[in-house]
């Protein structure tokens, strides 16, 4: 066993090596570790009990704590507020399905070369920036309101339905646009490679670019994702009983706010283990691109 110490780039903790072998971990008990670790931790606590007491001390306090934070009401709601998210997950998991779908076909219309697709990459360029524009509750409003008042025989009138068509000409427009930012960042040579090796450009697209593109854009496609599963409470504007029109329900009917904080502590256990999930993403994928890098 070496011991390797004493450079310009050394912390003040030795490295140890093996012969012919990677070094051995540092290890995570250095005295400038748990230094830094314990004054973060007092400042947290700190801060949050400043913030705590500040609050507690508030001339209002008590009000706010019984209008949302009433242990009953929130014993009462939260059953039922979990219950109505189903509606929220089926929403989510069907809109997903064909935005995905139907992203990607708009980022491989706007990716095609040539004057001759031009008006397929301009119907693609309108589609994403006029659904980029408008904000997604008009969308849902004008759907959800609109199309069953024109009275047409055989149209639904089902708002689900309304509200999953919504959801996915909004989001489709920006994860095209995800898309195609992963198609663009794939170097022209490949597809020149690919080519020259008798491909066609359908094959190219199918077996070269998108499994790389898709690959590339993961990361940012989840956090889409993340925001889809938050925007799925704008469809209680046309009628659809999900978390939060349950929550309002509740809210109208008993004259107190806690639902929406039970409402609230539910997005947050669904949400939070999938962005830090997402962030364990983008840091493997940087870890694995400069490792491929040296």
């Known amino acids: 066993m070496s011991v390797l110490g004493g450079g310009p780039l050394d912390r003040g903790a030795s490295i140890g090596s093996r012969a012919g072998g990677p070094p051995a971990a540092r290890s995570r008990f250095e005295p400038a570790a748990v230094k830094s670790t314990s004054i973060a931790l007092v400042s947290s606590v700190v801060f949050f009990g400043l913030l705590a007491i500040v609050v507690a001390n508030a001339p209002g306090w008590a009000e706010v704590r019984s ?25 989510f998991c069907l809109a997903e399905v064909l935005i995905l779908a139907l ?15 031009f008006p397929l990459r301009l119907i693609a360029t309108l589609y994403a920036d006029t659904f980029r524009a408008i904000p997604g509750l008009l969308i849902v409003t004008l759907l959800g309101f609109g199309v069953p008042g024109l009275g047409i025989a055989g149209v639904p009138t089902d708002p689900f339905i309304y509200a999953v068509v919504a959801l996915t000409l909004v989001y489709s427009a920006y994860v ?29 697209l199918r077996y070269v670019i998108l499994p790389q593109a898709v690959r590339r854009v993961m990361p940012p496609l989840l956090n889409d994702f993340i925001g889809l599963q938050k925007d799925t409470i704008l469809v209680s504007y046309i009628g659809v009983v999900e978390a939060f029109r349950e ?23 669904i949400t939070i283990p999938l962005a830090r999930f997402t962030d364990w993403l983008v840091a493997h994928d940087r870890r694995r691109f400069l490792a491929g890098a040296r």
Do not use: C, M
Not at 104 to 113: D, H, I, T
Not at 184 to 203: C, D, K, N, Y
């Open 67 to 91: 209008q949302f934070f009433d242990a009953h009401w929130f014993d009462y709601s939260l059953p039922k507020i979990v219950n109505a998210f189903g509606v929220n997950v089926q929403l």
């Open 103 to 117: 992203a990607l076909l708009l980022a491989v219309l706007r990716s095609l070369p040539g004057p001759v697709f």
């Open 176 to 204: 095209s646009e995800v898309y195609r930012a992963g198609i663009e960042s794939i170097h022209p040579s490949q597809e020149a490679a690919a080519r020259s090796l008798g491909l066609t450009r359908v094959q190219t």
């Open 247 to 269: 929550s309002s329900i509740i809210q109208a009917a008993k004259f107190n706010s806690t639902p929406f904080v039970a409402l609230a502590l539910v997005f947050l256990v």
